[in-house]
């Protein structure tokens, strides 16, 4: 496999990295690689100094793993990764289509290390939004209030936010990726920052609405990339949910310890953040697939359609049928 290495900080910082790595040419906000190795297309978009929005496209001869290293000796960004069609692969176990384990919804400090994992000739596609810390304290009247209080000033700590992508924020970036790139920067820019901002407004809404509350920013990049690990196993099956007690054992945590830190990270149990998962990917599929029900549920790995349809009117408080009936007609 290979592996990419970038140091964290500005998205213009990285398109640099990647450009010494992998060639490729930058001309009026957009960034593109067409080498038999990489097909790159990123989108960049500067706001305001230090705010970033990009829409990001990559696809690889070769299994690889990118790699952002946190840096705590640079300036620190705020960022948020949405991941779109890095979502449609085959799980490891039952050999069904799932979400991507690297995909979902990700909100970091930049002092983190995160990695993606693309396989070869997958299409992976994600937007992002990064925000200087310097504009979060400066503008603290502004910023503060768009942002709350997720960036912690107190220097050392480190943070790191995980959501799976609901059918409202994949819908957003289906639109994203659909925009019409003929048009002038003008009339794309002013879009994109409307998409990345509901993301966002979406992304808040979930972490403010979950039942397990932030109460520390006080995990280390280690504890991160761990958890980051243990997610991509519990997600690498629909059909089987590991215990506790076989992800302890496997990762190196004690119970308490990895209940804990999965909670704060995740918002929620290993088992249910299992069924979530599950029942964001059926909603996603009600809503883009002419599928029946019985197919998606056992794709999304129910062993009933009954089953399914309980345990979705009670996250949703809707029935799988009725979110088919009002998405397949925009289908047709």
């Keep these: 496999m290979k592996v990419l290495n970038f140091k964290e900080g500005s998205m213009r910082g990285l398109i640099d990295q990647l450009q010494e790595l992998v060639g490729g040419n930058y001309h009026k906000q957009l960034f593109t690689v067409n080498s038999k190795y990489l097909k790159c297309k990123i989108r960049y978009f500067q706001l305001h ?29 705020l960022c948020f990764r949405f991941s779109y069609t890095g979502d449609l692969v085959k799980s490891k176990i039952s050999e069904q289509p799932e979400l991507s384990p690297s995909g979902g919804m990700i909100a970091y400090d930049t002092t983190v290390s995160t990695e993606i994992f693309i396989k070869k000739g997958f ?19 502004l910023f503060k209030e768009f942002l709350g209080d997720f960036f912690s000033n107190d220097e050392g700590q480190e943070w790191l936010i ?10 957003l970036l289906k639109d994203t990726f659909a925009i019409d790139e003929t048009k002038p920067n003008l009339v794309i820019n002013p879009l994109l920052v409307a998409k990345a901002s509901e993301m966002l407004s ?23 990339e761990q958890l980051m690990k243990v997610k991509d196993y519990i997600l690498s099956s629909l059909d089987y949910v590991p215990t506790l ?10 119970i308490s310890k990895l209940r804990r830190d999965f909670q704060q990270v995740f918002g929620t149990s290993v088992i249910k953040f299992h069924l979530n998962y ?21 794709m999304c790995g129910f062993k009933s359609s009954s089953k399914f349809s309980f345990y979705f009117k009670k996250k949703y408080g809707i029935t799988p049928k009725e979110v088919a ?3 397949q007609s925009n289908l047709l």
Excluded: C
């Design 49 to 77: 100094p230090g705010l970033e929005v990009s829409t990001n496209s990559y696809t690889f001869d070769e299994d690889t793993k990118i790699v952002f290293k946190g840096d705590k000796e640079s300036q620190r960004y």
């Design 123 to 141: 299409h992976y596609q994600w937007v992002g939004v990064r925000i200087k810390k310097d504009i979060v304290d400066n503008e603290e009247h």
């Design 162 to 171: 995980y959501d799976n992508i609901p059918l409202e924020t994949h819908v």
């Design 202 to 224: 979406i992304f808040y809404d979930r972490i403010l609405s979950r039942k397990h509350k932030i109460t520390s920013k006080n995990l280390h990049s280690e504890d991160f």
């Design 245 to 254: 007690q076989e992800l302890a054992e496997m990762y190196g945590y004690s």
């Design 278 to 298: 599950r029942l964001e990917k059926a909603k996603i599929l009600l809503a883009s697939e002419a599928n029946n029900i019985q197919n998606i549920s056992r």
């Design 325 to 327: 009936k009002r998405y």
